[in-house]
């Protein structure tokens, strides 16, 4: 997509519901409430080293309605859970909490991070987020630790009972 196209607002391509879908899950009330002072972007980190990361722009950009550029983009991954935004919002929208609701949404529209397909990935192979191989095993023996055995099974088990195996599968077939 250029970038003119990525300026261009479709009025049939817009969910004016969206914000309300946000405003129904925990954490997402107050989003109606922002009236787009600049508060959270002015004091937020992530946006210092990172200007695709705007909270007001992300925030206007769901009252606005436009659900599937906001849920289908990465800068709503950006979040780094600091709360500076939360504690400085004048109207009392906690833009860390809202950032997880769209995440929670896009999640379960079928929009996953690759990172979060990653970590799934391994967690699924060896019931960890690192695989501790050999090499790994025998530094930890010679620290007097125990060594750890992979079993995934039970991690397994847990993604099939809560549906994260489809959601990974589902991650997977995006990718392709």
């Given amino acids: 997509m ?3 196209e990525e300026k261009i607002i479709k009025v049939n391509e817009l969910e004016p519901n969206f914000k309300y879908e946000i ?17 959270c972007t002015a004091g937020c ?3 210092e080293v990172n200007d695709q990361f705007n909270p007001r722009k992300i925030i206007r950009m769901a009252l606005l309605g436009m659900k599937e550029r906001v849920l289908s983009s990465d800068f709503i991954w950006l979040c780094s859970s600091c709360y500076t935004c939360a504690e400085r919002c004048p109207q009392e929208v906690k833009i860390t909490d809202l950032m997880n609701v ?3 949404i896009a999640v379960r ?3 996953i991070h690759p990172s979060f397909v990653a970590q799934m990935e391994a967690l ?6 690192y ?5 790994d095993n025998e530094k ?3 620290l007097g630790l125990p060594q750890i055995e992979e079993n995934a099974e039970d991690t397994k088990k847990l993604f099939k009972q809560k549906g994260v195996d489809k959601l990974l599968q589902v991650a997977k077939e995006g990718e392709e």
């Fill in 124 to 129: 699924n192979s060896h019931g960890r987020l």
């Fill in 2 to 4: 250029s970038e003119n």
């Fill in 102 to 104: 769209i995440k929670n």
């Fill in 109 to 111: 529209e079928g929009y």
């Fill in 140 to 142: 930890r023996t010679k």
């Fill in 23 to 39: 405003q129904a899950e925990p954490g997402g009330e107050n989003i109606t409430r922002c009236f787009a002072c600049g508060t």
């Fill in 131 to 135: 695989e501790i191989g050999e090499f």
């Fill in 45 to 47: 980190p992530i946006r």
